[in-house]
Nanobody
Framework: QVHLVESGGGLVQAGDSLTLSCAASGLTFRAYVMGWFRQAPEKEREFVASGSSVGGVTYTWYTDSVKGRFTITRDAAKTTVYLRMISPKPEDTGVYYC???????????????????WGQGTQVTVSS
């Protein structure tokens, strides 16, 4: 059974940095696309970043608003995916979810409907 457990959320000031972690179990890590989504109050869940391993090469994608500030990385040995947030902004506030779906692709997986495993989420609050 696949389990995803996020950690690392909290209160951070704009301009600081924060790293979220998602520990995955019950899956063959390299065979899954891993994604990060977020949901602000009264808003729909939105894509943040995803990463996929294809033939030993990791492909990553980001929503435009976080490009250059957020970095998704995968550690196969620890079966953990990270989201490094540099210079977060108040509009980055929300519950951040880790997601997984079996497969490997060079395409971005931006739709929440494309993922079938989710973590419980971790709150990130960015103060101005």
């Amino acid at each position: 059974q696949v389990h995803l457990v996020e950690s690392g959320g909290g209160l951070v000031q704009a301009g600081d940095s924060l790293t979220l972690s998602c520990a995955a179990s019950g899956l063959t890590f390299r065979a899954y696309v891993m994604g990060w989504f977020r949901q602000a109050p009264e808003k729909e869940r939105e894509f943040v970043a995803s990463g996929s391993s294809v033939g030993g090469v990791t492909y990553t994608w980001y929503t435009d608003s976080v490009k250059g500030r957020f970095t998704i990385t995968r550690d196969a040995a620890k079966t953990t995916v990270y989201l490094r947030m540099i210079s977060p902004k108040p509009e980055d506030t929300g519950v951040y979810y880790c997601a997984a779906v079996f497969g490997s692709t060079r395409r971005a997986m931006q739709s929440p409907q494309g993922y079938n495993f989710w973590g419980q989420g971790t709150q990130v609050t960015v103060s101005s």
